[in-house]
């Protein structure tokens, strides 16, 4: 194999595939990202034969196209992370020339020349591309915003694993839903896809781990307009204009997440601008500790009252003018929770809090089908 190419779009791909490969395994190739490259040159503008970046670790991996690069002769290399990944942010030159010679890869640059002694790429794991006609569509803006709407209440340390990643799922309506939960709160984001021919059904077992979506998330750019997703057996295929990401869903049963969204009719519902509610929350939680991380959050008679307070730091009182002005309603919750749920959000973004009293779970809703429950905590009455 012999290649010319551009160093810093190698290197933009080179960072994001190399998060897959793993820092220690009994497989070494595994530690390596394989380059392939077929004949021409990659690039918007010259359709050659693509120049991709692949790795795995057996559990999630990754195909990744890199532009920028001139083929002399076809074929494959192992290029070890830490010190491939070293070549390329630590030079200034502009371009490498990439060679096999045998078991050695040869990569020089204008100032520089280095020799690496490199894995077989014959033995490398095979990684599939996404071959299917049959998939979803949808908006790489909406995946991705799904994702960041959802991931961070999953629970990666419990015993159920399940709860480790988000479900995806198709509604009757043709919608698609995510939902994460750790128990103690619950995030669900839906949007509109399109259902290709007859793709495998999205449903009870679609468990993607959060790892993977965070990947996910990163291989997806505001120049991928749409994403096509894929089952395949026990994977889930992603692919975008860039990239392919195939990943083992989870096993385990996944909480029924519609029965812990209440379908109330008399509870009181109150409208709140992130902004100023999200400045008042991390006000309040300034004087919590990790053994007294309560707020009691306080509505009625035109404002919001928070108050925080921990022994052995102090109390806080935060008042916030709502519109509001029916009977009060006070409820505790966990300050971490509910910044979780706002940093999602914009801040001139409008929100309805329902709320029934200290004991019943607060439902905050989106009107672009975001949701978020969380459970409220004991009141300490002492």
Not at 71 to 94: C, I, W
Not at 309 to 338: C, H, K, N, Q
Request: aromatic share 6%; charged share 25%.
């Amino acid at each position: 194999m012999k290649i010319t190419c551009n160093r810093e779009l190698l290197l933009q791909a080179f960072q994001t595939v190399q998060a897959v490969a793993p820092s220690r395994s009994p497989k070494p190739i595994l530690q390596s990202v394989k380059l392939e490259v077929g004949t021409g040159r990659t690039g918007e503008d010259s359709p050659g034969a693509p120049a991709t970046l692949i790795a795995t670790d057996l559990e999630v991996a990754i195909r990744h196209a890199v532009e920028g690069v001139d083929t002399e002769t076809p074929g494959a290399v192992m290029l070890p992370v830490s010190r491939f990944g070293s070549m390329l942010r630590e030079s200034s030159d502009p371009t490498f020339r990439i060679e096999t010679e045998g078991q050695k890869t040869v990569i020089r640059g204008e100032r520089s020349t280095f020799h690496l002694t490199s894995e077989n790429a014959a033995e490398f794991p095979p990684v599939a591309t996404f071959d299917g006609e049959a998939c979803y569509k949808a908006p790489a803006r909406l995946l991705k915003e799904m994702i960041r709407r959802t991931i961070f209440a999953t629970d990666n340390e419990s015993s159920r694993y399940a709860l480790g990643g988000v479900k995806f799922e198709a509604d009757d309506a043709g919608g698609l839903i995510a939902v994460g939960t750790d128990g103690r709160r619950l995030a669900r984001m839906q949007g509109p896809i399109e259902v290709v021919g007859e793709p495998s059904p999205l449903g009870e077992s679609t468990i993607v781990p959060s790892r993977s979506l965070q990947l996910i998330d990163r291989v997806l750019s505001a120049d991928d307009e749409i994403v096509r997703l894929a089952i395949r057996a026990s994977e889930l295929q992603v692919t975008s204009r860039r990239a392919t990401v195939s990943t083992r869903l989870l096993e385990g049963r996944f909480p029924k997440w519609r029965d812990v969204f209440p379908q109330r009719i008399e509870s009181v519902k109150i409208e709140l601008t992130v902004g100023p509610f999200f400045s008042a929350v991390r006000q309040a939680a300034i004087v919590t500790s990790d053994e007294s991380r309560g707020i009691d959050f306080t509505f009625g008679e035109g404002s919001l009252v928070l108050a925080g307070s921990a022994a052995e730091v102090g109390e806080s009182r935060v008042e916030l003018p709502i519109a509001y002005d029916g009977a009060p309603i006070v409820i505790t919750l966990d300050p971490r929770f509910m910044i979780d749920f706002l940093k999602t959000l914009d801040a001139e973004t409008s929100f309805t809090l329902d709320l029934v009293d200290s004991d019943a779970a607060a439902v905050a809703t989106v009107a672009d089908g975001y949701g978020y429950v969380v459970m409220p905590l004991a009141r300490d009455r002492s």
